[in-house]
Structure formats: C-alpha cells, structure tokens
C-alpha cells in the first residue's frame, strides 16, 4: 500500500488530488497538510511513502518545507503546480534542487482527463518506489584518478546528455562546474513536460554562464551555448551542425527520447562526440549511447550509488554503450579533462 501526504492551501486542490487517487486499491491518503509547516509536522508523523506537494503557499512554502523535510525525515516528494509558475518561472525546480523527485503540472481545469489521470497516478507510483536520503551539504569531491588514454583521444567537439527522473539536480550540478566558457555547444534531452521547459531553462541559467536556450528548428550550433529539446519533438542533430526538432512518434515509450539524440550526434560527430547518461526510469539512450561507442566517441554514465534511479544508466551498461561509469561528483571534472578545460 502506498501512502500519500497531500500538501496545498487551497481545499478544492486537496479534494481534487484525493479524487484521483481514490480509484487506486494500492493507494491511500494518509493526511492532508495547508502549508510547509503542518507538511513537515505530519511527515515526521505519518513517514508516508509519497508527499504531493504545491509551491506557493503562505507561510512556509513547499521550498522551504522541501528542504526542512529532505534535512530532517527524507520522503519522496513530487511538486503539484499550477502551468503559470511552470511557464513562468523557475520556482519548481528550486524544490527540486532541495530534493524533491518529479513535478506534475496542475490543469487548468478538474476533473483531469482520463490520460492525464494516468500520466498523475504513474509518476506517484514510480516515485514511491525510490529510496531517498537525507539531504547533506556538498562535499567538495577530489579528482585524482584521470581519463585513462586522453591524450590519444581526439579533441571532442560536442556534448550531449540525456536524463530523466533526477536528472534536473544532476544537469545543475555538472552545469554549475564547468567553466564559465566552454568551447563547443552542449544539447540535453530531460524528459520533463512540455510546459516546464521554460522555467528549466531559467533555473538552469542561475548555475552557469553558458547560454541557455530551447532548441529551435533549423538553428546552427555555436560554441558556449546549450540547448534543451522543447519538450514537444525529438531533439536531433544534422551533419551540417544544425538543431533538427522531429514530431514523430515517442521513442522508448519517450518524447523527446535520448536516443533519437545520441544516434543523431554518432552520425553527424562520430569519434568526436561525447555522450553522457545520466540519471532515469527505462531504457531510454542506452542504444542511442552504443552508437557513439561504436562511432568512436566517448561516453560516461552515471553510476548507481549517485543515481536517484539506476534504470537508464543500468541499461547502457548493460548494453556495453559505457566507456566510463562515473558518480555525479566526478562528472564535471571528467568533462573538463575530455574537452581539455584545465
């Protein structure tokens, strides 16, 4: 059975929310909460299995609460916000990088469809099924162990990264130590809704000075910017260097898909790509990752003990896609001796 603590000042969003979840025989509502504080209260007293959990609430907020509960009694918390703070700013993902797990945009009208009634009820369940920790101060990794052969290697010329369920931290935290100038473009695939892309691309501009930016159709890559797939098509690139946004089918059950990404950057870069896995749910980038191995290039994945979830990375293991399999701390600096930084 999994248990839910549902966090929202407003009444109707508490009914509506218990709606939903009232069908389910696995799943019960084990409280409700109006604020952050009566959030972390009843969390150090119910330790449910899920929090469901808003943003902008008077007093405490779910930020602050998020990082209160994240320090003190970890549960696994996904954020429940309206589309005009996803759209608009970057607040979400702000709880994100205190520790919470996934978001889910609230409709502008209840009930909710019955697709997305599904897509709500899988992210719980998925979510439920994740082990979080308390959440610590950073600790400044060392690096003394480097890429083993980098000076054979060709200098890389394009970076590409995939994520999905714990991806945004982890994309903030490598963002946040790289140099502030970086000589080749960065493209991501974040399998995230279409209406946060907006707000993650702000939030992830507060970690770096590198360009953010959503991918546009047609545009030709340029040094020292990054672009993130819109969220709406597969995010490919051409062998003239140029963003090719396709609206097919999803891939691996995802749309945008990592790779739709990564075979895209094998063709068009070959030995002189660099393919990154991060953390994520499925199998998604796993094929995509081998066809950068086999075209030459470099690839890292993200290792277990870092991982919110090991589904992703464990597949491209498992398919021999991993040249190298790296905790999150170590990634960055990994990058900056690939792409000859120092």
Known sequence: MITILVVDDSLFVREQVKAILSGEKDIVVVGEARNGR???SLTRK????????????DGMDGIEATRHIMEECPAPIVIHTSSTIARERNVPFEAMKMGALDLIRKPDIY??????????????????????????????????TPVPGIETRPLPKILAIAASTGGPKAIYDILSQ???VVPFPILIVQHIGASFVEGFVEWLQTATSIQMRIARDGERLVP????????????????????????GSPVNSCKPSADVLFESVAAAYGKYAVGLLLTGIGQ??????????????????????SSIVFGMPKAAIEKNAAVRICPLDRIPRELVELFRLN
């Open 38 to 40: 009566e959030a972390v």
């Open 46 to 57: 119910l330790a449910p299995d899920v929090i469901i959990m808003d943003v902008d609430m």
């Open 111 to 144: 009930p909710l469809t019955e697709e997305l009634r599904k897509e709500f009820l899988n992210k719980i369940k998925i979510v439920a099924g994740i082990k979080v920790f308390r959440r610590r101060k950073r600790v400044k990794p060392s690096f003394e």
């Open 178 to 180: 790289l140099p502030s």
């Open 224 to 247: 020292n910017a990054c672009y993130l797939s819109p969220g709406t098509h597969h995010l490919s690139i051409s062998k003239n260097e140029t963003i090719v946004l396709r609206n």
């Open 284 to 305: 998604d980038g796993a094929k995509g990752l081998k066809q950068i191995k086999l075209a030459g290039g470099m690839t890292l994945v993200q290792d277990e003990s």
